[in-house]
């Protein structure tokens, strides 16, 4: 069976994140979220994947290859050009690179599913397709009811009784929603979807092709499933992701490594004298990183690989990626550390090599100075207790 993976998107709202990682490349515990994906399509008999490629295309291709160790075929649409021998990521929209695929040779030959490739997915496709062919459908869009007061966080999605998509909502109040089913970005389509998708231009599932079907009356439902669903569209939706994982509300994703106190798991080789470490679980902490004496860890936190947290750092209930250097007394508390990047649950942003605080946060990899400037220690006292917040 055929399915496809969208993947050219920027994944601007992940940010800092996506400069240098393309969305679906995004770890959760040094695992790709797109691997996840893979491995719920071959449990379904997926076995035939189209992934459209764009922003930093080169990450997800030398990463998954052919598929063939996945279990899995895959075969990858590049969306942009070459300029100067780089490689230029131009997106032209989901509905637009399932055009593309189809023009260059009719791949889509039977009911196919499409995914988004930032989500954490449980789900049971093999259940989905069949309540798809069942209407008689030309698309389906697979819901999921969520909680009045968090509908104005999603697209909502609005049906008749039978299931027939009449409307959307776009993230609506909790006053103005029709509904609280809302689209998870999985959708089944028959071959046929392609006489409503012009090509060479750009065009979206959901702001072209799906009003378009709703405004022809087609066979176009909406069907409600109880799933396991983690959207990590944004960087607070990224860091609550890691949360859940590490406490054990995401199914299917357990914690890797070795178990070296409870609820404390590390990677190979990692350099920390327990007895002197204040650690809390649930912690992962990737291998070959080393944690100081006198050091606080609290849980729900991953550390990445070759990370160092120095003496008197507090790292509580963040997100640390690789090769982080975390100084002496700094204190994170509900923080995402990517590169020189630190940044608040809420998405908010320091770049710290802009405001020359490199000796705070840093890459393991780079030169550290023991002290700060002493112009900059007042500046230091106040933002240790900003990002303590």
């Known amino acids: ?32 979220v797109m691997e996840f994906l893979l491995e719920l399509l071959r449990h379904h008999g997926f076995d035939q994947i189209m992934v459209n490629v764009s922003h930093l295309a080169n990450e997800i291709e030398g990463y998954f290859r052919d598929g063939q160790r996945f279990g899995v075929e895959l075969a990858y649409s590049f969306e942009g050009r070459i300029i100067d021998g780089e490689l230029v990521g131009e997106a032209i929209g989901s509905a637009g690179g399932m055009r593309k695929i189809q023009d260059f040779s009719p791949f889509f030959d039977d009911t196919f599913i499409v995914l988004c490739g930032d989500a954490l997915i449980d789900l049971d496709l093999t259940e989905a397709v069949r309540q798809h062919r069942e209407k008689g459908a030309l698309a389906t869009i697979v819901m999921k009811s969520v909680p009045l007061m968090q509908v104005p966080s999603y697209g909502v999605v609005v049906t008749d009784d039978e299931g027939r998509i009449q409307s959307f909502q776009e993230k609506p109040s909790v006053e103005e929603a029709l509904s609280t089913d809302i689209n998870t970005g999985i959708y089944i389509f028959e071959p046929e979807i392609f006489d409503h998708i012009p090509s060479g231009q750009k065009f979206d599932i959901g702001g072209d092709l799906f009003p378009k079907l709703v405004e022809m009356g087609a066979p176009f439902y909406g069907i409600r499933m109880d799933f396991e669903w983690v959207d990590i569209g944004k960087v607070p939706d990224y860091w609550q992701a890691i949360q859940d994982v590490l406490t054990g509300q995401v199914k299917g994703v357990g914690i890797p490594g070795n178990e070296v106190k409870p609820g404390v798991f590390t990677g190979l080789n990692v350099n920390a004298n327990w007895d002197t470490v204040n650690i809390e679980g649930p912690v992962y902490i990737g291998a070959m990183t080393q944690i100081e004496d006198g050091a606080t860890i609290v849980g729900p936190t991953m550390i990445g690989p070759n990370c160092r947290i120095c003496a008197g750092a507090t790292v509580d209930k963040s997100v640390i990626f690789e090769y982080s250097h975390i100084g002496q007394g700094v204190r994170l508390v509900d923080k995402l550390v990517f590169g020189r990047y630190c940044v608040d649950k809420t998405g908010a942003s320091i770049d710290m090599r802009a405001a020359a605080l490199d000796w705070l946060i840093n890459d393991t990899r780079q030169a550290v100075l023991a002290e700060p400037p002493l112009e900059h220690k007042a500046i230091a006292e106040l933002l240790t207790q900003t990002l303590a917040r």
């Open 1 to 32: 069976m055929k399915a496809m993976i969208l993947a050219a998107g920027k994944g601007t709202r992940v940010r800092p994140i996506t400069y240098t990682i393309p969305k679906p490349m995004i770890p959760i515990l040094q695992k790709p």
